[in-house]
DNA sequence: TATTAGTCTCTTTTT
DNA sequence: GAGACTAATA
């Protein structure tokens, strides 16, 4: 066979890309890929190799950290192949290219008969969960309690973690919450009865996704039948997923043959959501004999300067595959800028990417990145100011705001009419039902064969008027011939959002957008599905997401740069209190993973690096000590004794020029208007 | 019983 | 600056 098109890869890329072929399928293998090493490519060449060989493509895993990663590698192996073989497969064809979350569900969905699932069942996101949990703590009388019991938000953390990491309550308890221990047994009948409720009203959290595909590859029956789905699993960024994904792994394809796991344990920062290095670190001995291991230590990303400094950020680092990346490219210092105070910052970094632009560096070219969504705040409103057009990723989203969870609310609620968190919200959107009403009203339907149509038959509560008839009407026709069934929707809500909301025009818009959306999806399951799993991540500045073509500045979170690369990056905050962040400094561990995310944000560098560090921040947090200014320290992971990596700086704003100019001369004008008559 | 105004606490990163 | 809970009012 012709292999000249594997030419351009180097060696180690090359040996990632044809281990095991000579045999049918290939042992296990782990690649640890460093940042910038050509680990999307690698992986793409792998799986077109695959493919070239005559492998079925809908017989290929490929699970990804996020949707658009699976679709961009999609993209590449339908590039690669189209070059090699004159013909591509069509990037459709890889059927099996998503998250962990997305196949699970489309396994669960696709063998719900067999493991006593509905097949009609709704997923809920973290605010849904967040919600029914709530639910079940005010039925147990949790919100009464003595002293405070903890918050919705902390309990669904708390019973994620014991899901994803396979950890009893009281070891997370006491490892991660450690506030909350005395409630153990509280949140134990708590978890009990959340439980209960998911199942009772036919839908799956997040964590089910994962939990109940695992739970049904213990059945082993079960899992031959899976695992034969597939002759080859490939999964990327290994280093962030938790036990249980490692779980439903090693029971798809438990001697490893034809597995390959991709990853970076210095890049591994998700250990908030149970991600556990540990399962990179552990792979290769999972397997007899143990998985071979490739790493890729070339970096074709970032300039020698800029590698240098991110390396001695990362050598601190307790246990990790040692490699240090090197790279033949060179260029200036990363550079260390001192600012007085976050407004300083602000105005710099924006002066910084419009004179990058002027030496035809595009907006597209340069992102800003930061540790917390709200970094940015100030950022923004610079931005905002001087018409820089932006996005941002990680942080609110789109579908975050109360209007946009209403309307899908009522699509969700005509699915899945069992779902009570769904129907809670929607009831009380008819003006004269409150909490009360609306409960009565589920509670009287719950064990109906048809809930929708007995809610029909109920009669309205005492204060409701033609709104809750015109509801119930709706509601079964929300579904029929998509995408009319959300217009239909969006048409009953129109009257609530004009009296619910004051700014009713502009939440109009969103609606207007999320129909359009709508309208790209075959039916409303599918719409609604996609939506939860892989939610629109950016959010714009000004009116709207910018369109395609043209220019704008990338402002995102760390954990979502994750994979990218930008000719110059501008990072906020390098101090402690923002990196590591105030949160995460509790275990060293944490720690740890706060260092690898300062790593991560500068390897997403090229050409040019910038990391900004304002001496003081105004905040407004808390509200004991009032508002007041708090002074900043350097981050701890830039020690003296590494500055010599940075050229350090500090920037001022310049001064207007009537105040830096030497004082005027002092001018006696009561003599001069004496003189005038004398 | 629905709704509103007022007081209290907590505030990250995401599938 | 928002969410959670309470008290007061319609």
Redesign the pocket.
Known sequence: MDLAWLDKLNDRQRQAVEFGMGSEPAPPLLVIAGAGSGKTSTLAHRVAHLLVKGADPRRILLMT??RRAAVELARRVERITAQVLGQGYGAEALAWAG????IGARILRENAASIGLNPDFTIHD?EDSADLM?LVRHGLGL??TES??P??GTCLAIYSRCVNAGEPLAQTLSDHFPWCAAWEAELKRLFAGYVAAKQAQNVLD?DDLLLAWAQVMDEPGFAAHIGALWDHVLIDEYQDTNRLQARILLALKPDGRGLTVVGDDAQAIYA??AATVRNILDFPAAFAPPAAVVTLDRNYRSTQAILAAANRVIEGAAERFTKDLWTDRTGEKPRLVTLSTEADQARFFVDEVLANREEGMRLKDQAVLF????HSGQLEVELTRRNVPFVKF??LKFLDSAHVKDLLALLRFAQNPRDRVAGFRVL?LV???????AGRALDAIAAEVDPLEALAALPP?P?SGAEWTGLVAALPRLGKDWPAGIARARAWYEPQLERLHEDAEFRRADLLQLEQIAAGYPSRERFLTDLT?D?P?ATGGQAGVPLKDEDYLILS?I??AKGQEWRAVHVLNVVDGCIP?D??TGTSAEIEEERRLLYVAMTRAKDRLTLGVPLRFYV????RHGDRHVHAMRSRFLPREMLDAFDVMHWAPPVAASCIASPPPKIDVAAKMRDMWG
């Open positions: 950290f996020s998250t962990f979350h997305g973290r709530n919100s009464k405070r019991f918050a919705k997040y908030f959501r540790r917390t969504s709200s990680g942080g009380q003006p004269g039902v409150g909490p009360v009403a509560p204060r799993l939610p991540e979170t954990h979502s962040s949160l995460g407004t947090q808390q509200s």
